[in-house]
């Protein structure tokens, strides 16, 4: 899940800081689950968040998420 880049993308177009807790606020979801989404720790995201945050940073789905088959994750342990 690419909120660390999408952050930085806002703030560059947006023209203004984009903090974690502007995002917790705004979308209703912890921080420490959007922290832990941001360090794709094992997280079962639902989809109610993944709808949240595309509608705060205004991005498709494909903006958001990135799909990394299991065996690439297990070949880069």
């Given at each position: 899940?690419q909120?660390?880049?999408?952050i930085?993308?806002?703030?560059?177009?947006?023209?203004?800081?984009?903090?974690?807790s502007?995002?917790?606020?705004?979308?209703?979801?912890s921080r420490?689950?959007?922290?832990?989404?941001?360090?794709?720790?094992?997280?079962?995201?639902?989809?109610?968040?993944?709808?949240k945050l595309?509608n705060?940073?205004?991005?498709?789905?494909?903006?958001?998420?990135?799909?990394?088959?299991?065996?690439q994750?297990k070949?880069?342990?």
């Amino acid at each position: 899940i690419q909120i660390k880049e999408l952050i930085a993308t806002r703030k560059y177009q947006w023209g203004r800081k984009v903090t974690v807790s502007e995002v917790a606020d705004a979308t209703g979801i912890s921080r420490m689950t959007l922290s832990r989404m941001m360090r794709n720790q094992t997280h079962n995201t639902v989809i109610e968040h993944v709808d949240k945050l595309c509608n705060f940073f205004e991005c498709e789905l494909h903006e958001l998420v990135t799909y990394v088959p299991d065996r690439q994750i297990k070949q880069a342990a």
